[in-house]
């Protein structure tokens, strides 16, 4: 791209990232989207032309359009383009999520696990899973995200921590992509942080709870992992002269894939919420978030607002604790989110906006 170039075809690609965001909501004519753009119509028309040279768009009919006259075309992202893929490990099942461009899903698929499975085979089913779905959809696979319910250390190369929780924890789901493939790798709770924060720049405290403990950290808008991306763990954060791990598993609460069942008996919640209680309030306190989200197998509105009492007992400033909406789709959400940024920074960057 020479000086004389530059500009008139940066302009050009801002113009086709709009067109290109327009389409991930739906099909439109040119007309429609030069009037809900802002933009002439001989600018939505090249801006279209230029999509659909570089594969990103194509030409559709609809169903049900009048015939009479001349139709004027729609136009829709197209899928074949490339595909994003998201493998996300968690105590009871690997999901397995592919979505286009836009988001839609192409492929959904649960393989539950038990306290039998290994690491090795997780890994494997992941190794299957990416020829499968490359398979299925025919298309690139663009960019892929990996969660892993265990710590994701960052410090040089990544690397999971495997958690005593569940054996299969430190499978390498992100070692079995093709070279050449990007892949994000993070904690699942990280992940759900993300998705639960969307778009909003404030600052979100998520508390997992369920075949383990975490906490994702969501600082004015930015994801904050800390040095060793290990920040928000909190089974080792001290309680006494012991951890909360320990802590909880000296009351019976903590064993491999049972801290949720232990939790269905209220009876319980006494022994689970001291100590826990006692983790998040330091860490509240001192963070100061303008939420407190809680997700996890383990809960349920009564357990939250237990929670909160507990909190609310200890902080002097009270916390809301909400329970979040998302389930089970948080950790695929903020993956398959985290994947698309990857690769439409990657599109973007080596556009060509002839």
């Not at 028309?45 to 999509?51: E, G, K, M």
Request: charged share 20%.
């Amino acid at each position: 791209m020479t000086d004389s170039t530059a500009g008139p075809r940066a302009l050009a690609t801002l113009t086709d990232i709009r067109v290109f965001d327009y389409l991930c909501k739906a099909p439109a004519t040119r007309t429609r989207i030069a009037a809900d753009l802002g933009i002439s119509k001989p600018t939505a028309s090249q801006a279209i032309s230029r999509l659909q040279e570089n594969g990103l768009a194509l030409a559709i009919e609809r169903e049900n359009e009048p015939k009479r006259g001349r139709v004027p075309e729609h136009y829709a992202l197209d899928s074949s383009f490339g595909h994003l893929l998201a493998l996300c490990l968690q105590a009871e099942f690997l999901q397995v999520r592919a979505t286009d461009l836009a988001g839609q899903t192409l492929v959904d698929r649960l393989h539950p696990l038990t306290a039998q499975t290994t690491a090795a085979e997780v890994a494997q089913m992941g190794a299957r899973e990416i020829s499968r779905v490359a398979a299925e959809l025919g298309s690139p696979l663009l960019a892929a995200a990996v969660s892993q319910s265990a710590p994701v250390e960052r410090d040089g190369e990544l690397r999971v921590l495997a958690t005593p929780i569940f054996p299969s924890s430190g499978a390498d789901l992100a070692g079995q992509f093709a070279d050449g493939v990007p892949v994000l790798l993070d904690n699942d709770v990280n992940w759900m942080a993300l998705a639960e924060a969307g778009e909003q720049a404030d600052s979100l405290m998520m508390i997992y709870i369920g075949s383990g403990l975490g906490a994702g950290l969501v600082i004015d808008g930015a994801l904050h992992r800390g040095k060793h991306g290990t920040a928000g763990e909190l089974e080792t954060q001290l309680v006494g002269g012991t951890n909360l791990r320990e802590a909880l598993a000296d009351a019976g609460m903590f064993q491999t894939r049972v801290l949720w069942e232990k939790l269905a008996d209220e009876r319980n919640w006494p022994a689970f919420l001291a100590p826990f209680g006692q983790v998040l309030a330091n860490l509240i306190g001192f963070v100061d978030p303008q939420r407190v989200v809680a997700i996890g197998p383990g809960l349920t509105p009564e357990l939250c607002a237990a929670l909160e009492s507990e909190l609310n007992g200890l902080l002097p400033k009270p916390v809301h604790v909400q329970l979040s909406a998302l389930g089970t789709e948080a950790a695929a959400r903020g993956a398959l989110a985290g994947a698309r940024e990857l690769a439409l920074g990657n599109l973007w960057e080596n556009y060509r906006a002839r």
